[in-house]
């Protein structure tokens, strides 16, 4: 049955904010059971060669993947697309042009955390993490504080400083909500909205940007994802049959050190959902 399949359609590599290269994942995922994997990292495609060689050498169906931060209402949505061209020339550098105010907000929020709440040398911290300015992000600044003892984890990291209203909080414009769907659609890509219940918006806002992606082309909801609770799980599934979306199932792996949910150790999407991934039979 497809809905019970092990698939784990979201996750990140050392290409963007994980902490294990694209063959380490591989091989993770399919030590951990996993059917059918993707590998999706913040606005870049660069790992994906290598994810895809690796998953071909352990036998494990691969979906190229990205996630692709958008700016929405004055919030910041993440959307996935599945099945993409990597090389496609428009994709490409619709992501480089998302990647380019990564290093002057990476510098604000170092700013910020020195200001509000007296750390230093937060932005040299976090670049051990990240090779690349470009690429830096809020995790590679949780990873630090976690090292220096500030929290005890990533998550309390941004509970308590990287979280909108908190002392290290730097708002960023990034892509439009039809910039990112073209992009991925362009790719040869589908679009799916990334953990849905994670975004701070009311029921009608929610509502408003399910129906704006819907028009847009839209196909997919993660319902099943690592950061839903099991009541979570099941009201977006009842969206999804709703608002007739396919359903998508990923971890949001980052990190086997601080993660709410390991690769391929969700649960099944319910048997009455109809799995994303029924558009790429043919791998499995």
Known sequence: MLSSLN????SHSTRSDGVLTPSA????????????????????????????AAAADLRMPFIAGVEVSVTWAGKTVHIVGLGI?????????GLRQTRSGRERRAQDIAAELEKAAGIRGAYQGAMQYVGNPDLISRSHFARFLVEKGVCKSVSEVFQHYLADG???FVPHRWAKLSDALGWI???????VIAHPGRYDLTELAL???MDE????????IETVTGSHTPDQYAEFHNIARRMQFDSSRGSDFHSPDDCEVDIGFLP????????VWHRWQQLL
């Open 7 to 10: 698939a784990d359609l979201h």
């Open 25 to 52: 994942l591989a091989e993770r995922a399919k030590r951990n059971g996993v059917e059918l994997w993707a590998l999706t990292d913040h606005d870049e495609v660069s790992g994906i060669a290598e994810a895809r």
């Open 85 to 93: 061209d990597e090389n496609n020339s428009e994709l490409k550098e």
């Open 166 to 168: 908190k002392p290290g």
């Open 185 to 191: 659609q362009q790719a040869g890509g589908v679009a």
């Open 207 to 209: 509502t408003s940007l």
């Open 213 to 220: 992606f819907k028009q847009l082309g839209g196909v997919a």
């Open 268 to 275: 099944a999407l319910k048997p009455s959902a109809t799995p």
